[in-house]
């Protein structure tokens, strides 16, 4: 009853030259595969070059941020309507990446932060995308010290609730969530499907006492986090889990296209 999706998040990766390459191998891959909604979030630079690409497929376009107000004097920043004019349908919010909370952070401690994304932003950013006729695909996951003190369901839960907060029912409805622990996330570190499972499942509960449990059993919750081809069945396989956020797997549209592939069969079957 819930359409698997995976979502390829490209990160700050491939020019022009390259996204092009790259979307085409997925289009044609996977450009009429039934059963699991593909959706590409390219850079920004690239939106148009994969809304090009992906013509004429039922693969789909998703940005990796926006900014809430529509226009005016933000130096930098991207819109709602500038991404609905590239052609997208989603957009990735709260990114734990953007969110400065890395698993092995890359950089120095003072520069954590630089991307400023918080509970609050996020809400904004949510009510935007969804004002601008845009699915918001929100990340939400706890660090590594966060689970071992015991600390997961908590930060998740504040998460969630800080995203939807001041939405109505009709707008939580269209809302999607991506549990992803900020140690698994580009670690190789996957989670337990059976955690994952029971992660999302808080999440539904919290998200049926908002809209009704009916609501809540429809709408898509993701898994990521090092999802790859030898743990996508396993993952899929949950009840909970109708699909994936992924990084490093999407850069090789083989790689991709399998998961996409596994999601379609699990959930078909
Ligand atoms: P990963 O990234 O698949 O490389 O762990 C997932 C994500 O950041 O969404």
Not at 38 to 46: G, M, N
Not at 135 to 144: A, F, Q, R
Not at 247 to 252: D, F
Request: net charge negative.
């Amino acid at each position: 009853m819930r359409t698997p999706m995976m979502v390829g998040n490209w990160k700050m990766n491939n020019d022009n030259d390259e996204a092009w390459e790259l979307a085409s191998a997925v289009a044609e891959g996977a450009g009429t595969l039934e059963g699991c909604q593909v959706v590409l979030c390219p850079p920004f630079t690239a939106l148009t070059t994969v809304s090009d690409a992906l013509e004429n497929t039922d693969l789909a376009l998703g940005a990796q941020n926006l900014y809430w107000e529509n226009s005016g004097a933000y130096t930098g920043e991207i819109s709602a309507p500038m991404l609905t004019s590239c052609g997208c349908e989603y957009v990735i919010v709260g990114h734990s990446e953007r969110r400065g909370r890395f698993g092995k952070p890359p950089a120095e401690e003072a520069l954590l932060s630089v991307f400023g994304d918080n509970d609050a932003t996020v809400n904004r950013k949510v009510k935007a995308a969804l004002a601008g006729d845009l699915i918001p695909i929100v990340c939400v996951g706890e660090l590594l010290s966060e689970r071992q003190a015991g600390k997961t369901d908590e930060v998740v839960s504040t998460q969630v609730l800080a995203a939807l907060d001041g939405l109505a029912e009709d707008e939580i409805v269209d809302v999607i969530f991506a549990y992803e622990p900020v140690w698994a996330i580009g670690t190789g570190e996957v989670c337990e499907a059976e955690e994952a499972n029971r992660v999302l499942r808080l999440i539904r509960d919290l998200l049926a006492e908002k809209v009704g449990d009916d609501e809540a059993e429809h709408m898509i919750l993701l898994y990521g986090g090092s999802v790859n081809p030898s743990n996508i069945r396993g993952l899929m396989e949950q009840p909970e889990i109708d699909g994936g956020l992924v990084g490093g797997a999407c850069l090789k549209a083989e790689s991709f296209i399998e998961l996409a592939e596994v999601a379609a069969e699990v959930k078909g079957e």
